[in-house]
């Protein structure tokens, strides 16, 4: 049972450059949020969605675009990378619901992305 | 806004020195709150949740407790292992990020042999 998988795990791009981030989840997890790490900032909610072929604006969307076109996957885009995109990114999922555990964020190993 | 906020930001900490990490939070409406341990290079891996003003849970050497505007975590007796940085996030009832959760920054912990 892999649970999240985040590829790649680390990229350098140049400015204006693109590139699209994987997040893969074998739970049936209905939920799945994409964040960013910065030092003294925390985790930052990016872009979610709540099932396959939905995607919702986070609290720091500017720059990123998403797609949610099968259920286990949700790919987090940068069209012209930006310095100020250099980050951890985590992907997470979790199952719809108020019951015990259902709330329950699990997260990939995240991925490192430099942009020069 | 929800706001959650650590303290301290580090603590190091001798073997066997037990401590608290404190996490304070403003929130609409309590739905949980979770506290997340992490280790450098890899993502945040879950440890409790507690939903209610005078909730316990505790696995292992840690316990965390929560009041109306506060959780704590305790350490009793910390091994090296622990070193980890602990994240604290809260869950608002408002629904907002389809019920995503708001972090705080984290209190990085170092224990000493």
Same mark, same amino acid.
């Given at each position: 049972?892999?649970?999240?998988?985040?590829?790649?795990?680390?990229?350098?791009? =140049?400015?204006?450059?693109? *590139?699209?981030?994987?997040?893969?989840? $074998? *739970?049936?997890?209905?939920?799945?949020?994409?964040?960013?790490? $910065?030092?003294? *900032?925390?985790?930052?909610?990016?872009?979610?969605?709540?099932?396959?072929?939905?995607? &919702?604006?986070?609290?720091?969307? $500017?720059?990123?675009?998403?797609? @949610?076109?099968? =259920?286990?996957?949700?790919?987090?885009?940068?069209?012209?990378? &930006?310095?100020?995109?250099?980050?951890?990114?985590?992907? &997470?999922?979790? @199952?719809?619901?108020?019951?015990?555990?259902?709330?329950?964020?699990?997260?990939? &190993?995240?991925?490192?992305?430099?942009?020069? | 806004? /929800?706001?959650?906020?650590?303290?301290?930001? +580090?603590?190091?900490?001798?073997?066997?020195?037990?401590? %608290?990490?404190?996490? %304070?939070?403003?929130?609409? #409406?309590?739905?949980?709150?979770?506290?997340?341990?992490? /280790?450098? #290079?890899?993502?945040? !891996?879950?440890?409790?949740?507690?939903?209610? +003003? #005078?909730?316990?849970? !505790?696995? !292992?050497?840690?316990?965390?407790?929560?009041?109306?505007? !506060?959780?704590?975590?305790?350490?009793?007796?910390?091994?090296?292992? /622990?070193?980890?940085?602990?994240?604290? +996030?809260?869950?608002?009832? %408002?629904?907002?990020? +389809? /019920?995503?959760?708001?972090?705080?920054?984290?209190?990085?912990?170092?224990?000493?042999?």
């Amino acid at each position: 049972n892999a649970g999240v998988t985040q590829t790649p795990k680390f990229r350098v791009l =140049k400015t204006g450059q693109s *590139m699209t981030l994987l997040c893969a989840q $074998d *739970m049936n997890h209905e939920y799945m949020y994409w964040y960013r790490q $910065d030092p003294g *900032m925390g985790l930052r909610l990016i872009h979610y969605s709540v099932g396959e072929g939905t995607t &919702a604006k986070g609290e720091v969307p $500017d720059g990123y675009n998403v797609s @949610r076109l099968k =259920k286990q996957n949700f790919l987090l885009g940068l069209e012209s990378a &930006a310095p100020s995109q250099t980050s951890v990114y985590f992907c &997470a999922s979790r @199952r719809p619901g108020l019951l015990s555990g259902a709330n329950v964020l699990t997260f990939g &190993a995240g991925s490192r992305l430099t942009v020069l | 806004e /929800d706001q959650v906020t650590q303290s301290p930001e +580090a603590l190091r900490l001798q073997e066997g020195e037990s401590s %608290s990490l404190n996490c %304070s939070y403003t929130v609409s #409406g309590l739905r949980g709150l979770f506290w997340y341990r992490q /280790d450098p #290079g890899k993502g945040p !891996e879950f440890l409790f949740t507690l939903y209610s +003003a #005078g909730e316990e849970k !505790e696995k !292992e050497r840690l316990k965390a407790t929560l009041t109306k505007k !506060e959780s704590f975590l305790h350490i009793t007796a910390p091994k090296p292992e /622990d070193s980890a940085t602990y994240l604290c +996030a809260v869950q608002a009832s %408002s629904g907002g990020g +389809a /019920d995503g959760l708001t972090f705080g920054k984290g209190t990085h912990l170092i224990i000493q042999p």
